[in-house]
Nanobody, 122 residues
């Protein structure tokens, strides 16, 4: 599975962005898909995950209520809608795919895309 993230950019605090992760391969709907982020000097952090069917989603408290993950298995694309952004959300965002049914740790993910940079100005 090859993944490619896009949609990053510069946004003011309080603004919104939608990230997209497009995939190759016909087995996209066989993978749990997630988003992670990594800010300079910090460890990679779990942001969101969505189950194979899209019926279950998972978020850490830091983004719950502000971020929404969704997937379109026909298009082979996963989205991350980010609202009420603040400077602490500034990071490189990565999408990833896991064969596990439930995965919030980066070590459970098998495939990674390149990152897309999100910068939130104050």
């Amino acid at each position: 599975v090859q993944l490619q993230a896009s949609g990053g950019g510069l946004v003011q605090a309080g603004g919104s962005l939608r990230l997209s992760c497009t995939t190759s391969g016909r087995t996209f709907n066989s993978y749990t898909t997630g988003w992670f982020r990594q800010a300079p000097g910090k460890e990679r952090e779990f942001v969101a995950a969505i189950s194979l069917s899209g019926g279950s989603t998972y978020y850490p408290d830091s983004v719950k209520g502000r971020f929404t993950i969704s997937r379109d298995n026909v298009k082979g694309t996963v989205y991350l809608q980010m609202n009420s952004l603040n400077p602490e959300d500034t990071a490189v965002y990565y999408c990833a795919a896991s064969i596990s049914a439930y995965a919030t740790r980066s070590t459970r993910y098998d495939y990674w895309g390149q990152g897309t940079l999100v910068t939130v100005s104050s």
